[in-house]
């Protein structure tokens, strides 16, 4: 199996920048699809972002577009997100995901994803 882990997640100003990592290990050789979610509380995980490895192909959440940029570097099996004019809405629990099981063939549907890693905090103040 796929093992994933967040890291980065921290507080910061609104406007300020932070850039998160994921990491994988296990059985990570034939990655093809990475994304990253987001959740608080009492609310519905949100896809922000998704890469396609074998052309760099990305999505973006409206709420993120033009703020936040998603990478990934295949041969180290390593995922990133640059997150850039935070706002305090951008406030959540961070999870990167990888693995398509194309249960819905929507990206941003939870279920349609196989590995998950165990969340970065980050917070924006006002």
């Known amino acids: 199996q796929v093992q994933m882990v967040e890291s980065g997640g921290d507080s910061v100003q609104a406007g300020g920048s932070l850039r998160l990592s994921c990491a994988a290990s296990g059985r990570a050789y034939d990655i093809f699809y990475w994304a990253w979610f987001r959740q608080v509380p009492g609310k519905e995980r949100e896809g922000v972002a998704t890469?396609?490895?074998?052309?760099?192909?990305?999505l973006y959440a409206d709420s993120v577009k033009g703020r936040f940029t998603i990478s990934q570097d295949n041969a180290k099996k390593m995922l990133y997100l640059q997150m850039n004019s935070l706002k305090p809405e951008d406030t959540a629990m961070y999870y990167c995901a990888a693995d398509r099981l194309w249960t819905y063939g929507d990206w941003s549907e939870p279920a349609e994803w196989k590995s998950w890693g165990q969340g970065t905090q980050v917070t924006v103040s006002t």
């Open positions: 890469i396609y490895t074998s052309n760099g192909n990305t």
